[in-house]
């Protein structure tokens, strides 16, 4: 009797101390928001280039400013260059895909 009579207080006693959570305050929420998205999209560079597949394992993407050229069969990663004078043209195919050109 006395081992279910410790088990009981033991659980009281965790209980009454598990529910004392730490109250937050306005500074609390001040600093936790200097976090979001919102405030520390400043300080990256680019996260999530978004690939588009071409045919095979072939795919490009654009980063912030610039747009790469990828195929991984030939260990090749390439810059593609808009200019007046030499253009990359991409077209959508049948299949909906995006085809270089």
């Known amino acids: ?3 279910y009579s410790a088990i009981i207080t033991f659980l009281l ?3 009454l101390l598990g529910a004392q ?3 937050l305050t306005a500074d609390d929420y001040k600093r936790a928001e200097q976090f979001l998205s919102y405030n520390t999209a400043k300080y990256v560079d680019w996260t999530n280039p978004y690939p588009q597949w071409l045919d095979g394992d072939k795919f490009w993407y654009k980063s912030e ?3 790469f050229f990828v195929d991984p069969v030939k ?3 390439r810059e593609l ?3 007046a004078t030499k253009k990359v ?3 959508r195919g049948a299949e909906g895909k995006i085809q270089m050109k």
């Open 81 to 83: 260059i808009f200019t």
């Open 13 to 15: 006693l965790a209980n």
């Open 65 to 67: 400013k610039d747009v």
């Open 21 to 23: 959570t730490p109250q």
């Open 75 to 77: 260990k090749v990663k």
């Open 1 to 3: 009797m006395k081992r």
């Open 89 to 91: 043209v991409m077209k």
